[in-house]
């Protein structure tokens, strides 16, 4: 009998019918098994939808779909995460299984080290040295910030519009001083091209956001590489100036320095860890990773915070009396002081709530399947936490848009474990800087109101300018000397 190839036609075709609609099943199954979620379109997924005010699309994405929803930014599965319940349950009680960082672009671009876009052994050993160092080096954290405070005033003369363009210098200077044990005047090259480096990743970034979410745009970037060439010339510029502060402690590795930078390559010298991650290549990425952690988001919450108090000339005046009755016009705030000065805590705990400027943050991803509210949440997840949406929710705070302090206070103490506040979030990805920020910006902003009654001409409004931090619009601040 003759066998032609039209014999195995029909059965093939069949078993191939069958296998796909096996697959086509077993898909089926795997999204019905996934949290509900807004459609979108093929390979752009949402991204259409959260180019404009994407805080507000989400707001109104978790009252349409519950705490825990789904979608496809490009063609990447997120699922966002809403409310206390979920946070203190995923990223505080579980967060092990909320530790890892997708595999994008920008932790490409970070070429897998430092400590925003790393995870396992790399992030574990790495953020443990770091918060002990931190803590070891904020011993005198309170001096470095009323020096670089003073310095700051001093070249201002009582000019709101040049404190506020200068104070990113204040800010980034502080971190100088940590990171490499020097300090610079505000015209020195090196915090120029520090903060120039900065704000053009921050820039380029943005531009290059995209990428991470439909990854055959990668391919576009390398035929129209201006945003990418902009990425690398910064830092060209950043890694230099590292580099020739990591050489000078390498010949000076023996002093008494006490930076962050003498700190880490000793570690490299001593560590008695098997399998130690403390590389050169790690100390220049988490350099920068500290320089953006300690300007970008301090300098708009400042920005914020200035904002509100300038439109509330009674919150001012209220904070301005504890001060004087606890500290008189020239004792100093710090970490101390504060302690006593509650309605200035309770002001920077809501300037953190309503500030909110991060509407999502650097995406996490599940290290193993995982079940939340009954849903699945398979491995490699990208997860995404609503905190602007927290902090904002009127199941949490009583008309969430005023800026109202009090709400912080009752009976003379501070309410600091009220649900739905989660500015610095929590669990094992919480931020390492908290206590630097919470420092720097109680300085900052106390200081201030000592010497300076703020206020503005414009009728600024709080809706915020969109980008990777959230920053008030354009204002111009007015001080008149106390």
């Known amino acids: 009998m003759e066998i032609t190839s039209n014999s195995f036609a029909l059965p093939l075709l069949i078993l191939f019918l069958l296998l796909l609609g096996y697959f086509f099943i077993l898909k089926v199954n795997y999204w019905k098994r996934l949290p509900p979620g807004p459609r979108g379109y093929p390979f752009i997924g949402v991204l259409l939808a959260l180019k404009n005010r994407p805080h507000v699309v989400l707001q109104k994405w978790w009252k349409k779909y519950g705490d825990i929803y789904s979608c496809y930014m490009g063609s990447r599965l997120c699922i966002v995460l809403n409310g206390d319940r979920l946070f203190r349950s995923c990223m505080v009680k579980d967060g092990k299984n909320y530790t890892g960082r997708p595999w994008n672009l920008f932790r490409r671009m970070a070429q897998d080290s430092g400590i925003f876009f790393t995870e396992g052994l790399i992030w574990k050993q790495h953020r443990q040295w770091i918060m002990k160092t931190l803590h070891d080096l904020s011993v005198n954290f309170d001096d470095i910030i009323h020096e670089e405070l003073d310095y700051l005033l001093a070249e201002i003369e009582d000019d709101g519009k040049l404190f506020q363009e200068k104070l990113s210098f204040a800010m980034s200077n502080t971190m100088c001083k940590l990171i490499f044990n020097q300090k610079f005047h505000y015209d020195d090259p090196n915090l120029i091209t520090n903060l120039k480096s900065l704000r053009m990743s921050s820039k380029a970034l943005k531009h290059t956001a995209l990428a991470n979410f439909i990854p055959f745009l990668e391919i576009f970037l390398k035929f129209f590489k201006r945003n990418d060439d902009g990425i690398q010339e910064c830092q060209i510029e950043r890694e230099a100036l590292s580099k020739k502060f990591i050489k000078s402690a390498w010949e000076d590795?023996?002093?008494?320095?006490?930076?962050?930078?003498?700190?880490?390559?000793?570690?490299?010298?001593?560590?008695?860890?098997?399998?130690?991650?403390?590389?050169?290549?790690?100390?220049?990425?988490?350099?920068?990773?500290?320089?953006?952690?300690?300007?970008?988001?301090?300098?708009?919450?400042?920005?914020?915070?200035?904002?509100?108090?300038?439109?509330?000339?009674?919150?001012?005046?209220?904070?301005?009396?504890?001060?004087?009755?606890?500290?008189?016009?020239?004792?100093?705030?710090?970490?101390?002081?504060?302690?006593?000065?509650?309605?200035?805590?309770?002001?920077?705990?809501?300037?953190?709530?309503?500030?909110?400027?991060?509407?999502?943050?650097?995406?996490?991803?599940?290290?193993?399947?995982?079940?939340?509210?009954?849903?699945?949440?398979?491995?490699?997840?990208?997860?995404?936490?609503?905190?602007?949406?927290l902090h904002a929710s009127e199941k949490y705070w009583d008309d969430p848009e005023e800026f109202r302090p009090q709400r912080f206070l009752k009976d003379d103490k501070i309410l600091y474990n009220l649900n739905g506040y989660a500015p610095f979030g929590d669990g094992p990805r919480s931020c390492a800087g908290e206590k630097f920020a919470k420092t720097e910006i109680a300085i900052v902003i106390g200081t201030m109101l000592q010497k300076y009654e703020l206020s503005i001409k414009e009728d600024v409004n709080y809706e915020p300018q969109p980008g990777i931090f959230l920053f008030p619009m354009n204002y111009r601040l007015i001080l008149k000397k106390l």
């Open 253 to 389: 590795l023996e002093s008494d320095s006490n930076s962050f930078i003498h700190s880490y390559l000793k570690e490299m010298q001593s560590s008695s860890e098997k399998y130690s991650t403390f590389e050169e290549r790690h100390l220049l990425r988490i350099n920068f990773d500290l320089f953006v952690a300690s300007t970008e988001p301090i300098s708009a919450t400042l920005a914020w915070s200035f904002l509100f108090l300038a439109k509330n000339p009674h919150i001012q005046s209220w904070i301005r009396e504890e001060l004087f009755e606890k500290l008189g016009k020239t004792g100093k705030v710090g970490t101390k002081s504060k302690k006593e000065l509650l309605r200035l805590e309770a002001t920077l705990m809501e300037c953190h709530r309503r500030a909110n400027i991060a509407v999502l943050g650097i995406p996490k991803c599940t290290t193993r399947d995982t079940v939340v509210d009954g849903y699945l949440v398979p491995k490699g997840t990208w997860i995404y936490f609503n905190r602007y949406g």
